[in-house]
């Protein structure tokens, strides 16, 4: 009998022609699997296509709303945004792909997972660090680091399928280098590979609009959350994965949540990129909105760095890891009073508060009105500052005796 090795199979040019040549070199049985995150492609057909170019079956996974509520809603708690503009859309369904890729191959008896991320980006990383994590004693197969991968080109992968007696309608034109869940879409190549160069946006976006094609007239939107977690948009509840679909469909309206981003790659290099993420800007936006009100400043300030850490953690494809799980226990602390509802208007790529309520709220009127109240007395600033500023004044006394 022959062993089994699991493809992450997508339908796309690169897993189709991989089929074969796992095949060919390694006399391995294929079984695909295509993990749905919500990226909407058209998976009719799939099975068949699969089936066709080799494979013995094929799994479709859709694991939507376990990407937004075991990797999404964290993030989103922690305010996880790498390097100030990347909201880790590709980083955070990377995961939750190699865990479901594990478990088929333990279902189906597999001895090895195959991939096709290129041995220049960081989905290679994600991947094989996850696989690595769940099952160190699977086989991971990287084809485009393969000493027998030979193909270069989508004309040397189409000629190789042909060959193979796969004749599918694959294009041999370029276009954009492609990412999108149910989170976000990222573009990547032609004119975006020079950072000299403007995104020809009116070509390029697929989730929205650009501000300036974005209607005249702005749009309020009413969120509430219950303990961190979204529970309704403009009074209509609902679970995780429907709320970013309706914010996604909002602030693409609005030409919100478009990134145009030079990022620095695990791997050593410099990528230039452009993401979009209507959804998650608003939901990361309004959480914030009410966190402000919420919380404390000793734990925002600690927070915040917790994110920028979650951050580096899931772009570096750590998610599995015991420091990981330190930081969203943190994390997840803070939120039992992240409860409320918060108001915003959308306008040409703009969130615009319009209002926040709690029942948890920290800000009390009489304490932030320059009228006196009982909680505070003026004349008590006067010893703070002293005490405040006690190191200032010392280190500013010491050198004027050193410079006499």
């Known amino acids: 009998m022959k062993e089994k090795v699991v493809l992450a199979y997508s339908g796309g040019l690169d897993t189709t022609a991989i089929i074969p040549w796992l095949k060919e070199n390694y006399d391995y049985e294929v079984i695909c699997c295509c993990i749905d995150c919500g990226q909407e492609e058209e998976l009719d057909g799939l099975e068949e296509r699969a089936k066709l170019s080799g494979a013995t079956k094929l799994y479709i996974e859709n694991i939507v709303d376990e990407f937004c509520e075991d990797y999404i809603i ?117 004119e975006l ?45 609902m679970k995780v994965s429907d709320i970013i679909r309706e914010l996604n469909r909002l602030g693409g309206k609005h030409g919100i949540g478009i990134v145009d981003i030079v990022e620095n790659r695990v791997v050593g290099m410099k990528s230039r990129g452009v993401y979009e993420t209507p959804g998650g800007t608003i939901l990361m936006e309004a959480q914030q909105q009410l966190e402000e009100l919420v919380l404390d400043r000793a734990t925002m300030e600690t927070k915040k760095d917790m994110g920028n850490k979650l951050a580096q953690i899931v772009y570096e494809g750590k998610w599995f890891t015991p ?31 319009a209002g926040t ?48």
């Not at 509802?341 to 040409?348: A, D, H, P, R």
């Open 357 to 404: 309520t709690s029942p948890y709220s920290l800000y009390s009127e009489s304490l932030a009105s320059f009228t006196t109240g009982d909680l505070y007395d003026h004349h008590d600033a006067e010893g703070f500052i002293t005490l405040f500023g006690l190191p200032l004044k010392v280190r500013a006394m010491k050198l004027a005796e050193s410079d006499k």
């Open 193 to 237: 590979e020079d950072p000299a160069c403007e995104p020809n946006y009116d070509h390029l976006l697929v989730l929205g609009v650009s501000p300036e094609a974005a209607p005249e007239e702005g749009e309020y939107v009413t969120m509430t959350f219950e303990e961190g977690v979204p529970k309704s948009v403009n009074g209509k509840e």
């Open 74 to 190: 964290p993030c989103v708690q922690a305010g996880a945004v790498y390097e100030n503009k990347y909201l880790l859309g590709t980083s955070m369904a990377r995961p939750g792909i190699a865990k479901r890729l594990v478990e088929i191959a333990r279902k189906e008896g597999a001895t090895a997972i195959c991939h096709g991320a290129t041995g220049k980006g960081n989905d290679q990383i994600r991947f094989e660090l996850g696989i690595k994590a769940l099952a160190p004693d699977l086989k991971i197969i990287a084809a485009w680091r393969d000493d027998k991968w030979n193909m270069d080109s989508r004309e040397s992968e189409i000629a190789y399928c042909k060959a193979h007696g796969i004749d599918l309608p694959f294009s041999a034109d370029s276009s954009y280098s492609r990412d999108r869940n149910l989170w976000h879409i990222s573009h990547e190549g032609l």
């Open 323 to 353: 420091l990981r799980e330190a930081v969203c226990a943190f994390v997840s602390s803070t939120q039992k009073y992240v409860t409320g509802e918060v108001k915003f208007k959308l306008y040409k790529g703009n969130i615009i508060k």
